[in-house]
């Protein structure tokens, strides 16, 4: 008798386990929006429209693929392209890559992400020459995001191109050009 109790005991623990693991294993994957959560940074940060992303929990290196560039409007304008990269940390995204933020008329990447203590209810973007700040509210949940015309650079981007064959030719046969406009007349003094 004690034998077919232990037996039954150990039917349903066996049938309970199983029950369980079907469950779990049914359960979606994380969205790439649940794990800026999970690190305490709101999905919106990152438009609706992710195709694809890859993400190493134990350094928080993740990409991000999006199906074309587009730009997002919150206070400024955003440009988002296909790839977003970065290292995600609690409360933070560093190191970040493929994100522009306008302001005035100038672009400038995005090199990290950061919110503030709850209380305070902001959100820092580093565009490497100022912080910016803007309220958390804005970036609670994905934003549509429009493909963009053409892509944007920012204007470290621009002032970090190599410059071509034709300016290292013009730069070793003596002719200095100014960034100001056109190589302008020299007067030549002959004795």
């Known amino acids: 008798m004690a034998t077919i109790r232990r037996d039954l005991f150990f039917i349903i623990i066996v049938i309970i386990a199983t ?29 609706k429209g992710v195709t694809n992303f890859s993400i190493d929990v134990k350094t928080g290196r993740f990409t991000v693929a999006l199906p074309v560039p587009c730009d997002a409007k919150f ?19 560093g190191n970040l890559s493929g994100v522009t933020q ?28 100022a912080d910016k700040q803007l309220s958390l509210s804005l970036f609670e949940s994905p934003r549509d995001c429009t493909a963009a015309e053409f892509e944007r650079r920012s204007v470290v981007d621009r002032l970090s191109e190599p410059r071509g064959d034709d300016d290292l030719k013009k730069q070793s046969s003596g002719d200095i050009q100014s960034i100001f406009g056109p190589p302008r007349n020299r007067w030549t003094v002959s004795s």
């Open 19 to 47: 029950l369980f693991l079907d469950t779990s294993s049914s359960l979606p994957d994380p969205s790439f929006y649940d794990y800026l959560r999970e690190s305490g940074l709101p999905a919106g940060i990152v438009p």
């Open 75 to 93: 206070e400024n304008q955003f440009h988002f392209d296909y790839n977003i990269s970065g290292v995600l940390s609690d409360g933070r995204i």
């Open 102 to 129: 306008k302001e005035l008329f100038l672009w400038f990447a995005v090199k990290g992400i950061h919110v503030d203590p709850v209380s305070s209810g902001l959100i820092h973007f580093d565009v490497g020459v």
